[in-house]
């Protein structure tokens, strides 16, 4: 229960011209063989993707990710490439990147054609382990009021092809032109998830649940709430608190149902009034608190964030890594 895993992708860079370059999968395999598949291959050829294992607490999470991150980058160096991090690349076009030869992606490609070739975005995920699928559709539910604090909190995509955008994350407005994507409707149950996803299928809208892109899901496979909105941070000090933070909401939110307890659920609708404003500001900007019907300026709301997930973050010895005091 609330155990953690970490999924971040990274930047594939040439050393001289600093553009996004193929490394033909060179430093997957490399990754591979000192850690054991935690490393996969992307869509594109210069995206690589890491892993953490099932980890236990914030802290497991912590060496993985920074040793993942290590190695990661000596391979790189030792194949001739560079790492970087963030949402999108400043100047790299999509137009010249490669796709991975893979059935899975050539099928994306041939149905969303230049939607999946512009795809070029690197992204954080979360997972926390919530193995009773109803509690799991509950919580997420409610966790999606939370979405655009955090959100915020992550935004590091302001260039797009040798542009400043205006935008603390243009990522998710390149992403946003997927199927199936951005802050899920409210399901009663995880019955009626199922439902949603079986008539897809059957549909031919989709063949699996996993091609369901939303900023969070009650993951398909894994006893997991997968937690998809963050770009991908620059330091692995910032996922951590960000996955720190995450754990901590979703404790919380389960220690109110256990106490028959919940927390206002709001509309799609409003919600992503507050996702455009985090991607369009960041932490910089202001967030609407729907129960005071008010602008409120977002770090002020990030503090009361904090408030709300105290007891959480006690119950789980990680009130250093989500103050940072």
């Known amino acids: 229960m609330f155990t953690v895993g970490i999924e971040e992708e990274y930047q594939v860079i040439d050393p001289d011209s600093r553009e996004l370059v193929s490394h033909e999968q060179q430093i997957v395999a490399g990754v591979n063989l000192i850690l054991p598949d935690q490393a996969k291959a992307e869509m594109h050829e210069a995206v690589v993707e890491v892993g953490t294992k099932v980890c236990r607490n914030i802290k497991e999470a912590e060496e993985d990710i920074k040793k993942l991150r290590k190695v990661v980058s000596e391979i790189a160096r030792s194949k001739g490439f560079m790492i970087g991090a963030s949402g999108t690349h400043p100047f790299s076009l999509w137009q010249t990147q490669l796709i991975t030869e893979n059935p ?120 997991t709430i997968e937690f998809r909105i963050c770009d991908v941070p620059m330091r692995a000090d910032e996922t951590i608190a960000i996955a720190a933070l995450i754990q901590a909401l979703v404790v919380k939110l389960h220690q109110l149902r256990q106490g028959n307890l919940n927390f206002m659920i709001y509309k799609r609708a409003l919600l992503n009034e507050n996702k455009w404003r985090a991607s369009r500001y960041g932490i910089d900007g202001k967030l609407i608190d729907f129960g005071k019907e008010a602008e409120v300026n977002t770090r002020g709301l990030i503090h009361e964030l904090l408030e709300f997930v105290s007891t959480a973050v006690d119950q789980l010895g990680t009130h250093p890594i989500v103050t940072g005091k």
């Open 104 to 223: 899975r992606y050539r099928e994306i490609v041939n149905e969303l054609q230049d939607t999946a070739r512009s795809n070029l975005i690197f992204g954080l995920h979360v997972h926390v382990g919530v193995p009773d699928k109803d509690m799991a559709v509950h919580i997420a539910n409610s966790v999606r009021y939370f979405l655009p604090h955090i959100y915020a909190l992550s935004t590091n995509s302001p260039f797009w092809e040798g542009r400043n955008t205006g935008f603390k994350s243009y990522r998710s407005k390149v992403f946003d032109k997927f199927p199936r994507t951005g802050i899920p409707d409210f399901f009663d149950s995880y019955a009626e998830y199922e439902n949603y996803v079986k008539l897809l299928v059957k549909t031919n809208c989709i063949d699996n649940a996993k091609k369901i892109w939303w900023d969070i899901r009650v993951h398909p496979f894994y006893d």
